[in-house]
Each structure stands twice: as C-alpha cells, then as structure tokens.
C-alpha cells in the first residue's frame, strides 16, 4: 500500500515541477474522472455477476433456507495482498460477497449466501487468495473469522512470495474482456456477459444443506489452531455414508434428519468426552481416535488426512473397499475429473509459497462441484460458507 502511495504522490509531484498550475489542476482534474468511470464499470461488473450466480440449484437453496427474498451490492472495499496488489471487495446486503483481482479482471472467490469475510472492516485489509482474509492491527494480520494470526515481520518473505506466486497464476489466462470494459467500456457480451454453468456431484445438495455449525460437526477446541480438516473430511465421510455405504458413520450416534438429509448431531463444544454412544462431535472423534496426530495442535495436510480416514474406515468401521487418497498439487483437470467422477474431495491450499521452507497457514474445503468459469464451488468449514466459489492455488487433494 506505502509503494502505490508513493509513487501516486512522486507522479503528482513530477507533474507539478513540468506543467503550468492550470494544466496540473486538469491533468489531476481527468485522473480522478477516469478512475471515478473505471469504477462505475467495475460495479457494472458487480451487479452482472450478482445477478448470474443466483440462478444455480445451489443458490437457490442457500437463499431460500436464509429467506433472502432481495439481494443488493451495499458496498465495496479494497483490499490488497502481500504485495499491495488490489482485490475489489463487493459485499451484498443481506448476505454474499464477490472477490475480484483488478490486475487479471479474474474473480478470485464469490458467494451469493455467505457473510463477507470483511463486513464490519474498512481499512487494513488483505487478501491471501480464498479462505485467506485477514486485518492487520499494526504487528499481525489477523484472520476475520478464525482469530488466528501471523506475525507480519517474521512472515514478511514468505507472504509476499505467496502473494506473488498466485498473481502470477490470476496472469497466467486473465480475463480480457473484463479488464477491456473496465478500461474502455467496450461490451464483449460473447464472452464477458455469458452465464456460467454447474456441474455438481450427485446429492450434492446434502453437502450444501449443511450450514450451521451443529450442522457440520464444527468445532475448535482450546489449545489448537482449528482442526479444519478432520471437519471437512467429516463433512465428505457424511456423504459417503449417505450415498455409498451407510455403514460408515453410525447415524444413530452422530446424525439427525433435516430437510430429507442427514445432518451431524452434537453441539459445536461437546467434545469434552468424547466416546461411543453419545452424540458427540464426530470431527473431534476421528481426529481424536483415528489421527496418528491426537495430541497435536489439531493442524493437518493431507497425508495426515489419508491416515486418519483409512485408520476410521478399515480399523474402526471394518470396511476394506473404501480407501482415500492423496494427490499434491493438484491442476485444474485431476479437480474436475473428481467431480466428473461424481465424488466430494477435501482441497488444501497455503497462504505462503507452496513448498517454502517458511511457517505457511493452510485452510481444508471440501469441494462438490465446479462451474464453467473454472471455479471450484466448495464448503468452506464455516457456518454460512457452505455455497463459495473460488479459483486459487491448491497444495493437496483427498478423495476416497
């Protein structure tokens, strides 16, 4: 944010030392009206995809279950990464949100149902690419929805190559025609305006449905960082039983009916003592149970996950046909042929540079779908977040 600072005021300051007073007051007079129009273009841009991804099964759901009857953009933000590049932020009033990187013309992430991960924030805002929203209160970023932090001076390196290492991947196929319209104004209806289409898993619907944190077997125990990916492979062990083999999870223990689906039972926080025949949190359960980690901070990557599901699947639950597995740094087409394949996975990305020898943050999503915009639509964990669709960078994928 200080580089863009400086160099708008040293541009001001070398026009000031070359140009009349008259001809400095309309230079500087023509920058702010082409940037006021810049950003009416930009809200257009806003309001058509607002308006496109309403329209899916998984939308609708979302919607109607919160009893969102109107949607509008109520305001918009800017937030920068690592690097001080600029992401917009639109948030949507009463719930939802879109993401978008000004360079590329790409959006990085958008929800029609979840809360904004800045709503209540105006300044000091950065973005680390999905899942990854955070403040910084003058020593740490801060992360709006989990708490956690991360020191900014000891991270700085790895932050800012991770920062750089997605920029790169929005540049790899920007999207042309948004930053065209933006720039010029110029409709490319053929390709800006074209409403994306879903393809989604079968039952699909059960995964999206769970949306309170009950709902999916949330929970965060004192003493840990979250333990996102023992939730999400709960998650995607539930739709297994539901769909596969209904002998994966005991439903008399950790399900309830609703809505036609079975939904976790248990509250959030009753993981105290957990054991068998009492509707405990099943998250916790198999970390606690399965994990060849129990005693850790409850963080994981995905060979981790592999463990602690094949250990509940063949030793706790006595089925041998089912395995998961694992595959790093997954492209575009391994995701998409999951889905094709009709089955959830649980997908990994890192806020740092994959692979840097520096601490990195990682957040688990389980992934049911895709549109043809090439975003994955995915649960992110989190109460409300069961409707994202996001395009980043992802270090492991877990499927069974």
């Not at 399965?290 to 901070?297: E, G, H």
């Not at 779908?369 to 964990?381: E, V």
Request: glycine letters at 8%.
């Amino acid at each position: 944010m200080k580089k863009q600072h400086v160099k708008l005021i040293s541009s001001l300051l070398l026009l000031a030392l070359t140009l009349p007073i008259g001809a400095l007051a309309v230079e500087t007079d023509s920058m702010v009206k082409a940037d006021y129009v810049k950003q009416e273009r930009l809200e257009i841009l806003f309001e058509d995809k607002l308006i496109e991804i309403q329209e899916n099964d998984a939308t609708k759901s979302a919607i109607e279950k919160r009893g969102i009857e109107e949607s509008i953009i109520s305001s918009i933000k800017e937030a920068t990464d690592f690097n001080g590049n600029i992401y917009t932020v639109a948030e949507v009033d009463p719930e939802g949100y879109m993401i978008f990187h000004n360079e590329s013309g790409k959006f990085s992430e958008y929800s029609p149902s979840a809360p904004s991960p800045y709503k209540g924030y105006t300044e000091n805002l950065y973005y680390g690419g999905p899942a990854q929203y955070y403040v910084f209160d003058g020593e740490n970023y801060v992360h709006t929805i989990s708490g956690d932090t991360i020191n900014a001076e000891e991270n700085e390196d790895a932050l800012a190559d991770g920062s750089e290492q997605l920029f790169d991947h929005y540049m790899e196929e920007p999207n042309l025609s948004n930053t065209e319209f933006i720039e010029t104004g110029k409709e490319q209806p053929q390709s800006r305006a074209l409403a994306a289409t879903q393809t989604y898993i079968p039952g699909a619907a059960m995964i999206y449905n769970l949306n309170t944190e009950s709902e999916m077997s949330y929970c965060s125990p004192g003493g840990t960082n979250g333990i996102c990916g023992y939730i999400s492979s709960a998650i995607m062990l539930a739709w297994y039983d539901t769909y596969v083999n209904g002998a994966i999870i005991d439903n008399a223990t950790y399900f309830n009916q609703a809505r036609g689906y079975n939904v976790f039972a248990g509250s959030p926080g009753d993981y105290a003592n957990a054991g068998t025949n009492y509707k405990r949190t099943f998250s916790y359960n198999i970390w606690k149970w399965c994990s060849p980690l129990p005693n850790n901070d409850g963080s994981t990557v995905a060979p981790i996950l592999v463990s602690t599901i094949n250990t509940y699947l063949h030793v706790n639950r006595g089925i041998s046909n089912l395995s998961a597995s694992l595959s790093a740094i997954p492209t575009k087409s391994t995701i998409k042929s999951v889905i094709n394949r009709g089955r959830p996975m649980v997908l990994e990305g890192n806020l740092a540079k994959l692979w840097a020898n520096e601490p990195r943050t990682n957040h688990a999503v389980v992934v049911y779908g895709y549109s043809s915009d090439d975003h994955l639509i995915a649960h992110m964990g989190w109460a409300d977040y069961d409707n994202v669709y996001l395009e980043g960078l992802y270090s492991f994928l877990t499927t069974i």
